[in-house]
C-alpha cells in the first residue's frame, strides 16, 4: 500500500530500476504502482517488462494480458527502452506466446502465437531466431506460421514459389487496407498466374512480377526490394545518378570515370525513349501521389535488374544510354551496373555531383550538408535563418531535441526576419520525434505571424517529414514554397521489412493509417504556397528556384 502522496515517488523510484536493469526490484515497485492504479495500461507495461526480463513468465504472462486490455500511449515504449518495438496489438500477443513458450506450454504457446500473427505481429524474422521457438523448428505449424523452409538443395522454382506464397500471406495480413484499389480474387488470380510462370521466366522477371503485387496496395511505403549482398545480379545499380526535371531526365552525379556524363540529358535507354521507360515503370511503381513516382522513377532507371525484368533492357550487368551533351551533341554510351545498394543521403566514394563542376558557382544551401539530419544557418544579409531538416531521427552528437532547444534559443536571441525550414529532401524517420519541433514553432513569437516562417517542400517530402509538414500546415501559419510533397496529409505508411527466406528479397507493407490532418482532408499533397519547383536551368547554374522566390518577397500584403 502506498502512503497517499507518495504515488509519484513510487513511480519516478520504479522508472530508475526499470532503466538500471533491476529487474526484482522494479517488478516489486510497478506491482506496487499497479495495485494503487490499476487502470493505467502504461504501468502495467513496466511491469511486464520487468517480470519477463526476470524471468517471472506466469506473472509477466498476466501483466501483458493487462496490457492487451488497456493498450500503452503511442512511444511510451521507447522512452524507456529504444530497442524495444511498439506494444501494439500484436506485439503484445507475441509476448503472451513467448511468456507459454518460456513455460514450456508447446501447444498453447503454437495458439498463441497463431494469435499474435493474426492481431498484426510485425517482426517474422525477430520470431524466426527468437530462443523461444528454437527448440520446436521441426513442428510444422511454428514453421508454417513464421515462413521457415529449408533453403539448401532446394529447387529453384520451388524456392521461389515459397517465398510468393510468403509474400501474398504476409502482404494480406500486414496490409492496412490490402484491397483498396483491386479486389481479393484479382489478387489471388495475379498471384496465381505468377506462381504458374515462375519455371519461364527469369530472376529479375520474377521480382518485376513480385513488384508488380505489391503495386496494388494504396501505399506509397509499400515495396519489393532486391537482396543486399545474395544475389548480386539483382542489386546491380547504374553508376550514375538521375533527377526528372521538367526540362526532361537529367545526369546529376556519376562515378569514378563518368563526368563526362555531368549534366547530360538522357533521351533513350536502351531502344526506349525516357517515355516510354517511365510508361513500362508504372506498374512496379508504388505511389501516395504522382510526386512519389516523380521521385521514384529516377531510382529504378537506374536498377537494371527491374529494367530487365520489364523489358527494358536486355542484359542485367550493362544498359546503354543516349545522351545530349551541353553542347548539343548526342551519342550512345553504355553503362556497366555494380552490385550495391542507394545511399539515401550521400553518393559512395569517388563520385562527382554536377553541383560541384559548375564553375564559380558554390553548392546552394540545400546541397551542403546533406548528410546531417539537422543543421541551421544566419544569413545576417537576408535577416533570415535557413534550418535544412533533411531526416526525422537523431544525431548521436545533438538529439533532435536539443537541436531545436538551440536552434529556437538563437531565433529568439537573434529575432530574424524570417525562419525557412527546409523539408525538400526529407524522406521521413520517426515522426515522435517532430513534436519537439512542432512544440518550438507554436510557442516562438517570433515565427508566429504570416510572413515569418516558411517550408520548402518536394517530391522527397514523404512519410515522417510528410507528417512534420502536415503538423505545420495544421498549426501555424507557415508560406509552402517548393513543389507537392510525395505523400498525402493522410496516410497508410510504416517501414517494417520482412525477408523472403530462399531469395532473401526484402518486402514491406504497412500497417498503420496516419492521419495526421484532418479526416476531411483529401488532398493528394500539400501544395506550396509559391510555385518554384526545380529545374535543370536552375540546377545547372547551382541555383535554388525555392529560396530565391522567399528571397524576392519583399512587401507586405494581406494574407
Same mark, same amino acid.
Given at each position: 500500500?502506498?502512503?497517499?502522496?507518495?504515488f509519484?515517488?513510487?513511480v519516478?523510484?520504479?522508472?530508475?530500476?526499470? &532503466?538500471?536493469?533491476?529487474?526484482?526490484? !522494479?517488478? *516489486?515497485?510497478? @506491482?506496487? %504502482?499497479?495495485? #494503487?492504479?490499476p487502470?493505467?495500461?502504461?504501468?502495467?507495461?513496466?511491469?511486464?517488462?520487468?517480470?519477463?526480463?526476470?524471468?517471472?513468465?506466469?506473472?509477466?504472462?498476466?501483466?501483458?494480458?493487462?496490457?492487451?486490455?488497456?493498450?500503452?500511449?503511442?512511444?511510451?515504449q521507447?522512452?524507456?527502452?529504444?530497442?524495444?518495438?511498439?506494444?501494439?496489438?500484436?506485439?503484445?500477443?507475441y509476448?503472451i506466446?513467448?511468456?507459454?513458450?518460456?513455460?514450456?506450454?508447446?501447444?498453447?504457446?503454437?495458439?498463441a502465437?497463431?494469435?499474435?500473427?493474426d492481431?498484426?505481429?510485425?517482426?517474422?524474422?525477430?520470431?524466426?531466431d527468437?530462443?523461444?521457438?528454437?527448440?520446436?523448428?521441426?513442428?510444422?505449424?511454428?514453421?508454417?506460421?513464421?515462413?521457415?523452409?529449408?533453403?539448401?538443395?532446394?529447387?529453384?522454382?520451388?524456392?521461389?514459389?515459397?517465398?510468393?506464397?510468403?509474400? &501474398?500471406?504476409?502482404?494480406?495480413?500486414? !496490409?492496412? *487496407?490490402p484491397? @483498396?484499389? %483491386?479486389?481479393? #480474387?484479382?489478387?489471388?488470380?495475379?498471384?496465381a498466374?505468377?506462381?504458374?510462370?515462375?519455371?519461364?521466366?527469369?530472376e529479375?522477371?520474377?521480382l518485376?512480377?513480385m513488384?508488380k503485387?505489391?503495386?496494388?496496395?494504396?501505399?506509397?511505403?509499400?515495396?519489393?526490394?532486391?537482396p543486399?549482398?545474395q544475389?548480386?545480379?539483382?542489386?546491380?545499380?547504374?553508376?550514375?545518378?538521375?533527377f526528372?526535371?521538367?526540362?526532361?531526365?537529367?545526369?546529376?552525379?556519376?562515378?569514378?570515370?563518368?563526368?563526362?556524363?555531368l549534366?547530360?540529358?538522357?533521351?533513350?535507354?536502351?531502344?526506349h525513349?525516357?517515355?516510354?521507360a517511365?510508361t513500362?515503370?508504372?506498374?512496379?511503381?508504388?505511389?501516395?501521389?504522382?510526386?512519389?513516382?516523380?521521385?521514384?522513377v529516377?531510382?529504378?532507371?537506374?536498377?537494371?535488374?527491374?529494367?530487365?525484368?520489364?523489358?527494358i533492357?536486355?542484359?542485367?550487368?550493362?544498359?546503354?544510354?543516349?545522351?545530349?551533351? *551541353?553542347?548539343?551533341?548526342?551519342?550512345?554510351?553504355?553503362?556497366?551496373?555494380?552490385?550495391?545498394q542507394?545511399?539515401?543521403?550521400?553518393?559512395?566514394?569517388?563520385?562527382?555531383?554536377?553541383?560541384?563542376?559548375?564553375?564559380?558557382?558554390?553548392?546552394?544551401?540545400?546541397?551542403?550538408?546533406r548528410?546531417?539530419?539537422?543543421?541551421?544557418?544566419?544569413?545576417?544579409?537576408?535577416?533570415?535563418?535557413?534550418?535544412?531538416?533533411n531526416?526525422?531521427?537523431?544525431?548521436?552528437?545533438?538529439?533532435?531535441?536539443?537541436?531545436?532547444?538551440?536552434?529556437?534559443?538563437?531565433?529568439?536571441?537573434?529575432?530574424?526576419?524570417?525562419?525557412?525550414?527546409?523539408?525538400?529532401?526529407?524522406g521521413?524517420?520517426?515522426?515522435?520525434?517532430?513534436?519537439?519541433l512542432?512544440?518550438?514553432?507554436?510557442?516562438?513569437?517570433?515565427?508566429?505571424?504570416?510572413?515569418?516562417?516558411?517550408?520548402?517542400?518536394?517530391?522527397?517530402?514523404?512519410?515522417?517529414?510528410?507528417?512534420?509538414?502536415?503538423?505545420?500546415?495544421?498549426?501555424?501559419?507557415?508560406?509552402?514554397?517548393?513543389?507537392?510533397?510525395?505523400?498525402?496529409?493522410?496516410?497508410?505508411?510504416?517501414?517494417?521489412y520482412?525477408?523472403?527466406?530462399?531469395?532473401?528479397?526484402?518486402?514491406?507493407?504497412?500497417?498503420?493509417?496516419w492521419?495526421?490532418?484532418w479526416?476531411?482532408?483529401?488532398?493528394p499533397?500539400?501544395?506550396?504556397?509559391?510555385?518554384?519547383?526545380?529545374?535543370?536551368?536552375?540546377?545547372?547554374?547551382?541555383?535554388?528556384?525555392?529560396?530565391?522566390?522567399?528571397?524576392?518577397?519583399r512587401?507586405?500584403f494581406?494574407?
Open positions: 500500500m502506498i502512503k497517499p502522496g507518495d509519484p515517488e513510487t519516478a523510484r520504479a522508472e530508475l530500476r526499470t &532503466a538500471s536493469g533491476d529487474w526484482p526490484e !522494479a517488478a *516489486a515497485l510497478w @506491482a506496487q %504502482v499497479t495495485a #494503487e492504479n487502470v493505467n495500461g502504461d504501468y502495467w507495461a513496466r511491469l511486464a517488462e520487468a517480470r519477463f526480463a526476470g524471468h517471472e513468465y506466469a506473472e509477466a504472462h498476466q501483466a501483458y494480458e493487462k496490457v492487451r486490455e488497456l493498450g500503452v500511449r503511442p512511444g511510451h521507447q522512452q524507456y527502452r529504444e530497442d524495444l518495438p511498439e506494444l501494439l496489438p500484436g506485439e503484445v500477443a509476448r506466446a513467448c511468456c507459454r513458450a518460456a513455460l514450456g506450454q508447446r501447444d498453447e504457446a503454437i495458439d502465437l497463431a494469435v499474435a500473427l492481431r498484426g505481429f510485425r517482426d517474422l524474422d525477430r520470431a524466426r527468437d530462443e523461444y521457438w528454437q527448440p520446436w523448428h521441426d513442428d510444422r505449424r511454428i514453421r508454417d506460421l513464421l515462413g521457415i523452409i529449408d533453403t539448401d538443395g532446394l529447387p529453384r522454382d520451388q524456392g521461389w514459389r515459397a517465398d510468393l506464397g510468403l509474400l &501474398a500471406r504476409e502482404i494480406k495480413r500486414r !496490409a492496412y *487496407a484491397f @483498396a484499389l %483491386v479486389p481479393e #480474387e484479382e489478387f489471388d488470380r495475379d498471384v498466374r505468377l506462381d504458374h510462370d515462375i519455371p519461364g521466366l527469369t529479375a522477371q520474377i518485376v512480377g513488384m503485387l505489391v503495386r496494388h496496395l494504396d501505399d506509397g511505403h509499400a515495396g519489393v526490394r532486391p543486399d549482398k544475389n548480386q545480379d539483382l542489386s546491380r545499380l547504374l553508376p550514375v545518378e538521375f526528372l526535371f521538367p526540362e526532361g531526365l537529367f545526369v546529376i552525379a556519376g562515378g569514378p570515370g563518368h563526368d563526362h556524363l549534366g547530360a540529358k538522357v533521351e533513350k535507354i536502351g531502344r525513349t525516357v517515355t516510354e517511365v513500362a515503370l508504372d506498374p512496379v511503381v508504388v505511389r501516395d501521389n504522382q510526386q512519389q513516382v516523380t521521385f521514384m529516377p531510382m529504378f532507371l537506374r536498377h537494371t535488374a527491374v529494367l530487365n525484368g520489364l523489358g533492357i536486355d542484359d542485367l550487368t550493362k544498359a546503354s544510354l543516349t545522351i545530349r551533351a *551541353a553542347d548539343g551533341t548526342s551519342r550512345e554510351v553504355t553503362l556497366d551496373a555494380e552490385p550495391g542507394r545511399q539515401w543521403d550521400r553518393y559512395p566514394d569517388g563520385w562527382t555531383a554536377l553541383a560541384d563542376t559548375v564553375p564559380g558557382r558554390p553548392r546552394p544551401l540545400h546541397l551542403r550538408h548528410e546531417l539530419p539537422y543543421w541551421f544557418e544566419y544569413l545576417p544579409a537576408h535577416d533570415l535563418v535557413y534550418f535544412q531538416y531526416a526525422v531521427r537523431d544525431h548521436p552528437a545533438e538529439p533532435f531535441a536539443a537541436f531545436c532547444d538551440r536552434l529556437f534559443g538563437f531565433v529568439e536571441d537573434r529575432r530574424p526576419g524570417r525562419l525557412v525550414i527546409d523539408l525538400r529532401w526529407n521521413g524517420g520517426n515522426t515522435f520525434l517532430t513534436q519537439a512542432l512544440h518550438h514553432l507554436i510557442a516562438c513569437p517570433v515565427v508566429r505571424r504570416r510572413g515569418a516562417l516558411f517550408v520548402i517542400i518536394g517530391r522527397q517530402t514523404f512519410s515522417a517529414a510528410q507528417n512534420t509538414a502536415t503538423a505545420i500546415d495544421r498549426e501555424t501559419s507557415a508560406i509552402f514554397v517548393g513543389e507537392p510533397t510525395g505523400s498525402r496529409p493522410n496516410f497508410i505508411g510504416e517501414t517494417i520482412f525477408e523472403l527466406p530462399y531469395s532473401k528479397v526484402r518486402a514491406n507493407a504497412a500497417d498503420l493509417f492521419q495526421t490532418s479526416p476531411e482532408d483529401h488532398r499533397w500539400i501544395a506550396p504556397d509559391i510555385y518554384a519547383p526545380p529545374t535543370f536551368a536552375a540546377f545547372s547554374r547551382n541555383e535554388d528556384p525555392a529560396m530565391d522566390a522567399i528571397l524576392a518577397l512587401g507586405q494581406p494574407g
